[in-house]
T-cell receptor
Framework: DAGITQSPRHKVTETGTPVTLRCHQT?????MYWYRQDPGHGLRLIHY???????DKGEVSDGYSVSRSKTEDFLLTLESATSSQTSVYFC????????????FGPGTRLTVL | AQKVTQAQTEISVVEKEDVTLDCVYE???????LFWYKQPPSGELVFLIR??????QNEISGRYSWNFQKSTSSFNFTITASQVVDSAVYFC??????????FGKGTSLLVTP
């Protein structure tokens, strides 16, 4: 299994508070991604990174920011959490050598009250 | 625009039946990649297969087979002699520019004894 961890695995927070989710990989893959999964929507891309300090927006990026200061870590920040951001968040990694197969972390279940 | 449609929201079969999960995609790219992922009740996302647009050979892996047809823009997944352990949500996905994946909304498969 690809070495991808996410922390925390579960979090309950209140509306208006900032939240940071961490994705850590040990595979030295160049690309990293954050998706959210909601019933009836499948997985939707929030942000992705194609290298250290290189990031771009995805389909549902509003209300989220990301940072990647080193290859192994990709942080997702909810600047002011809202109830609509209650979701399961998945991190994924990929590399050109693997033909862009994405390997996913275990997910973080976030509840915003 | 790139789009993946999984028209079947839920499928229920009895063990040992064959079942086909449909996937229809839209893309303007001449080179593209399609994927299938499995999400069992435990929640992790498991990579099943990748298919390149220039390789139209069908693929068989044990009880799993995939039928890729560019003429109909379809990449269907068949499970032969289904088992209870096949119960999961199955996602079809299309690689976007930037290497992220555009997922269909998933098909929930329930296999009953």
């Amino acid at each position: 299994d690809a070495g991808i961890t996410q922390s925390p695995r579960h979090k309950v927070t209140e509306t208006g508070t900032p939240v940071t989710l961490r994705c850590h990989q040990t595979e030295n893959h160049r690309y990293m991604y954050w998706y959210r999964q909601d019933p009836g929507h499948g997985l939707r891309l929030i942000h992705y990174s194609y290298g250290v300090k290189d990031t771009d927006k995805g389909e549902v990026s509003d209300g989220y920011s990301v940072s990647r200061s080193k290859t192994e870590d990709f942080l997702l920040t909810l600047e002011s959490a809202t109830s609509s951001q209650t979701s399961v968040y998945f991190c994924a990694i990929s590399d050109l050598q693997s033909y862009n197969e994405q390997f996913f972390g275990p997910g973080t279940r976030l509840t915003v009250l | 625009a790139q789009k993946v449609t999984q028209a079947q929201t839920e499928i229920s079969v009895v063990e040992k039946e064959d079942v086909t999960l449909d996937c229809v995609y839209e893309t303007r790219d001449t080179t593209y990649y399609l994927f299938w992922y499995k999400q069992p009740p435990s929640g992790e996302l498991v990579f099943l297969i990748r298919r390149n647009s220039f390789d139209e050979q069908n693929e068989i892996s044990g009880r799993y087979s995939w039928n890729f047809q560019k003429s109909t823009s379809s990449f269907n997944f068949t499970i032969t002699a289904s088992q209870v352990v096949d119960s999961a949500v199955y996602f079809c996905a299309l690689r976007m520019s930037g290497y992220a994946l555009n997922f269909g909304k998933g098909t929930s498969l329930l296999v009953t004894p």
